[in-house]
Structure formats: structure tokens, C-alpha cells
């Protein structure tokens, strides 16, 4: 079974600096990876996607997430954490056992905090 | 920001009742999703559409149905609610490209009392 594993369920920093957001994954063939952002009492904000190509993906607000396929990881990361950065973050994997119907399977989430 | 409409954006129900959430989009997107937000389960998906009248179950749907009638339009229902119902909604539309990002509205938040 496919599946999106997000193993901390919070993650602190201090502003200024780095920041990693951890994602592992399990899938059959090819993972197509995102990650999204949750403002309180908002919706899901597409951040970034690996779908093929550079290990090295780079997305809005200045995130980064890199592709491990031997680890099968998709850890979030940013050179210099913000106080705004503070959400809840989602790791997810497209679900392709049932063709391309654009299903997604999400980790768990993890709340990350960024103190001034 | 993807032109995603929810509604309602809040509401509380009785236990028994039913309930029908609302996911109104204008990108014209060919597949439609709803899915629950609950904390330590991240989000899981209910129901999702792949067409006008052409709908299937996701992880999580039992006690729930849904109908989509328009491209624009599609609609969650809860038969006859139950605490267990109490969730936060999300509707969320990709296009049929593979290598799409879904686009998620508002969310709806549902107490069942």
C-alpha cells in the first residue's frame, strides 16, 4: 500500500535559521511528491512538487525539498526560517494504483514553530 | 489563489440530521475531491469525481455520499450525521494532466452536537 509518513509531528527553529521538515515515503513505480502549507483557518497552499528531473526541487516563499530515492525521503527545507514560516505543514504522494485521477495521500503533518 | 468556493465555511448540526457541503469551482478542472482534516490523520479523502455523474469512493466514505451534477459544482452529503463527522472539509480540483498540483478551497468546518 502506498503511503506518506511525516515522522515529527513538530519541528522548532529559530528564526534565521535552517530549517528541514522531514517526508518519507512508500509507493509502486514512480512517486509524484508535493508539499503543501496550512495557515491557521485556511486552506492548503501548493508549496512544491517533484514529479521527475532535479533532485532539488524549489518552490514558493523560498522552500526547497529534495528528492532521495534511496531513501525514498522528500524532506522540506529553507536556508533561513521565518516567524511567518509558522504553519502546518503536509507532505503528500500522488496515488497511482488506481490510474491518473489526481488522488492524493497525505502524511500526517508537522506544525512547524519559528521563535524570534 | 484558484477559484475554489466552499460553503458553508462553518456550521453545526444535530446529531441525525443531514448535511450537504458545497464545492463551487471556476476553473473548468475535470476532477473534483473532498477530504476530511483531523489532527493526527492529516487529510484523508472522502469521495472524488472524475466527470458530470461519474463519482467513487475514497478512503473514508462511509456515511457519506455525493453528486455532481455540473462541471462547477459538487456536492458532499452527510445522510445523517454523527460526532464522528466532526471534521474540517476540504474540496480540492486538479485538471488531468499527471503532473498537476491540486488546488484546495477554504475548508468548511462541521460540529455535529
Known amino acids: 500500500a502506498q503511503s506518506v509518513a511525516q515522522p515529527e509531528d513538530q519541528v522548532n527553529v529559530a528564526e534565521g535559521n535552517p530549517l528541514t521538515v522531514k517526508c518519507t515515503y512508500s509507493?509502486?513505480?514512480?512517486?509524484?511528491l508535493f508539499w503543501y502549507v496550512q495557515y491557521p483557518n485556511r486552506g492548503l497552499q501548493f508549496l512544491l512538487k517533484?514529479?521527475?528531473?532535479?533532485?532539488l526541487v524549489k518552490g514558493s516563499y523560498g522552500f526547497e525539498a529534495e528528492f532521495n530515492k534511496s531513501q525514498t525521503s522528500f524532506h522540506l527545507k529553507k536556508p533561513s526560517a521565518l516567524v511567518s514560516d509558522s504553519a502546518l505543514y503536509f507532505c503528500?504522494?500522488?496515488?497511482?494504483?488506481?490510474?491518473?485521477?489526481?488522488?492524493?495521500?497525505f502524511g500526517q503533518g508537522t506544525t512547524l514553530q519559528v521563535k524570534p | 489563489d484558484a477559484g475554489i468556493t466552499q460553503s458553508p465555511r462553518h456550521k453545526v448540526t444535530e446529531t441525525g440530521t443531514p448535511v450537504t457541503l458545497r464545492c463551487h469551482q471556476t476553473?473548468?478542472?475535470?476532477?473534483m475531491y473532498w477530504y476530511r482534516q483531523d489532527p493526527g490523520h492529516g487529510l484523508r479523502l472522502i469521495h472524488y469525481?472524475?466527470?458530470?455523474?461519474?463519482?467513487d469512493k475514497g478512503e473514508v466514505s462511509d456515511g457519506y455520499s455525493v453528486s455532481r451534477s455540473k462541471t462547477e459544482d459538487f456536492l458532499l452529503t452527510l445522510e445523517s450525521a454523527t460526532s464522528s463527522q466532526t471534521s474540517v472539509y476540504f474540496c480540492?480540483?486538479?485538471?488531468?494532466?499527471?503532473?498537476?498540483?491540486?488546488?484546495f478551497g477554504q475548508g468548511t468546518r462541521l460540529t455535529v452536537v
Open positions: 509507493v509502486s513505480g514512480n512517486p509524484y
Open positions: 476553473e473548468n478542472h475535470r476532477y
Open positions: 503528500a504522494v500522488r496515488d497511482l494504483g488506481s490510474g491518473n485521477t489526481g488522488k492524493l495521500i
Open positions: 480540492a480540483i486538479s485538471d488531468y494532466r499527471e503532473n498537476t498540483e491540486a488546488f
Open positions: 517533484y514529479i521527475t528531473g532535479d533532485n
Open positions: 469525481s472524475y466527470g458530470v455523474k461519474d463519482t
